[in-house]
């Protein structure tokens, strides 16, 4: 698992800055009503999609909230007065205090069935009758774009997947949310390379291959052989879910 207090500092660069973002937050915004007044984006990272949520949609309030304190404080600069530390399992906040919720890249870091269960059941609760929580699932898929790079990570030991997306749905009807749509986005400036991928392959990126397992070297060791070693292949495209609650 990657340190996120020590990837604060090269995330946004890292993972299509501000186009990524933009798609990300037009996404979201598709999917929340136009007469909510507030959000709340849960695990906001450096508040990058955040703010654009916030400048995206006239009238609304938005508040940010993660686990992370580096993470945290990247967005309290973007956000200012509307950013608080918090655990996305534990929220503290009011129950039905907020029209709508949204957690982007957030359930495939859960760690298991029951923080991503948690995480759910906490957006749930914060959120008003008739109100809507937006989340992205199959993540990880999402990255698997068919390139040659693909191919050759496609033997590597499976992660246990926390946000495919019929999972998410059961979790979210055992809180009284309902399916309310789906929308799609593209990374902008995720297509991985070759040479970007040895690069993350070694500082940890990918859970069931850590860094100094001689299975790492052997998957870096394919991937340096490809062709092209600077080109990015396709962008990935992920996927958003929306639940409103009963």
């Known amino acids: 698992m990657l340190d996120y207090d020590k990837e604060a500092e090269r995330y946004d660069a890292s993972r299509g800055g501000e ?24 695990a906001c990272g450096t508040g990058i ?62 760690g298991g069935a029951e923080n991503a269960r948690a995480i759910v059941g906490e957006c749930a609760r914060v959120l008003r009758p008739g109100g809507v929580y937006v989340t992205t699932v199959d993540k ?25 997306a019929d999972l998410v749905e059961s979790y979210a009807r055992a809180h009284g949310l309902r399916p309310a749509g789906q929308a799609r986005f593209t990374g902008h400036g995720q297509g991985r390379s070759p040479r970007r991928t040895v690069a993350d392959l070694r500082r940890g990126w990918f859970v069931t291959l850590p860094p100094g397992d001689p299975r790492a070297e052997r998957f870096a060791a394919r991937l340096a052989a490809l062709p092209d070693q600077d080109r990015p292949r396709p962008d990935p495209v992920f996927t958003l879910r929306a639940f409103a609650k009963s």
């Open 19 to 42: 186009p990524r973002a933009e798609a990300a937050a037009q996404a979201v915004l598709s999917l929340v009503p136009r007469q909510a007044r507030s959000l709340l984006d849960v």
């Open 49 to 110: 999609v955040t703010r654009r949520l916030a400048a995206g949609r006239e009238g609304m309030r938005v508040t940010g909230a993660d686990l992370t304190p580096t993470m945290a404080r990247y967005a309290a600069d973007r956000l200012p007065g509307a950013v608080v530390l918090a655990d996305s399992r534990r929220l503290p906040f009011r129950d039905g205090e907020f029209d709508a919720v949204s957690s982007v890249w957030l359930l495939h870091l859960a």
């Open 140 to 164: 990880g898929a999402s990255h698997n774009v068919g390139s040659d790079i693909d191919a050759v990570l496609a033997s590597r030991p499976p992660s246990t997947v926390h946000d495919a």
